[in-house]
């Protein structure tokens, strides 16, 4: 009697040991204010039919306890197939984690947990220029996208980073819900800062996710810009109150150089904020 208990009993613990976890297609950490999903497939060696249940928690802060979040079952008839599960996280506040919970009829519960993060996909940044001495302002254009490829609305931390790492400066900017293009931002970079590579360092307030960064590299030095050429050509004067004429910049090596000009007209020419106007 005690053989036939002992082998059952060894039956019982193989079978458990034996059985696997399904597999779980799972997103990097469940977005905050957004659908999300989770896709389940059952092992090839399953019975049919089976059921598959998720069950999926919040838990708002460390000392919180988890709340429920989203669950679902369903009767599954057959195999080979992915079974996807579309939850909405906006119903509920903003949690530090989630647990991720899936039974599936003759396999071993799955069980992780999830970070919450922030509905944002990518932020751009541009700079006005990739060049700066210091002293100088930086004009910045930011524009987050969320998961939906739509405007992000959330407030940024956007920082100055010099090059040994240390943010500079910190601003934090409130996005107006009625943003409708780029986010405008403006640095002055100090006056006695030392030469190398800064960095314009972008980030949602409510993540510290190292994932959740953009950063953009900027120069910081003290550079003088190459001198050019300048040729100015007058075309026939059709009118007494137009003239047309040509104006063709090019450094010494014959690169055309990209900007604007300044023209005045006058009976001299004259020196304005430094720049010589041609004035006619």
């Given amino acids: 009697m005690r053989l036939v208990a002992c082998l059952f009993l060894f039956i019982f613990i193989h079978f458990v040991e034996a059985l696997r976890e399904p597999f779980v297609v799972l ?6 204010r957004a659908e999300n ?3 389940v497939i059952p092992r090839e060696w399953s019975k049919i039919p089976l ?7 919040a838990k708002e802060n460390i000392l919180s306890l988890s709340e429920q979040l989203f669950f679902e079952t369903r009767k599954i008839s057959d195999l080979g ?18 647990g991720i919970k899936v039974s599936v009829t003759g ?3 799955y069980y992780t947990v999830l970070y919450g993060v922030s509905n944002l996909k990518t932020i751009s940044i541009q700079t006005d220029k990739g060049y700066y001495r210091p002293g100088e302002s930086i004009n910045v254009r930011i524009l987050p996208i969320n998961g939906e490829n739509q405007l992000y609305k959330s407030d940024l931390k956007i920082s ?9 400066i910190t601003n934090t900017v409130k996005i107006p819900e009625k943003l409708t293009r780029f986010l405008q931002a403006k640095f002055d970079i100090p006056e006695f800062s030392p030469h190398g590579f800064w960095s314009i360092s972008v980030k949602p307030t409510n993540s510290s996710l190292p994932w959740m960064f953009s950063s953009l590299r900027i120069r910081v030095q003290d550079y003088s810009l190459p001198k050019f050429f300048i040729k100015m050509e007058i075309n026939e004067i059709q009118a007494e109150d137009k003239i047309k004429i040509t104006v063709i910049a090019k450094y010494f090596h014959g ?5 604007s000009v300044f023209v005045v007209c006058g009976s001299q020419t004259q020196l304005l904020a430094g720049n010589v106007s041609f004035i006619f």
Avoid: C, M
């Fill in 160 to 168: 100055l980073v010099n090059p040994q790492g240390f943010n500079v």
């Fill in 37 to 39: 999903s989770i896709t």
């Fill in 255 to 259: 690169q055309p150089v990209r900007g």
């Fill in 107 to 109: 396999h071993k519960d």
């Fill in 51 to 57: 059921n598959i249940e998720v069950f999926i928690t």
């Fill in 27 to 32: 997103p990097t950490a469940i977005r905050w």
């Fill in 81 to 98: 197939s992915s079974h996807t599960f579309t939850f909405n996280s906006s119903h509920q506040p903003d949690a530090i984690e989630y």
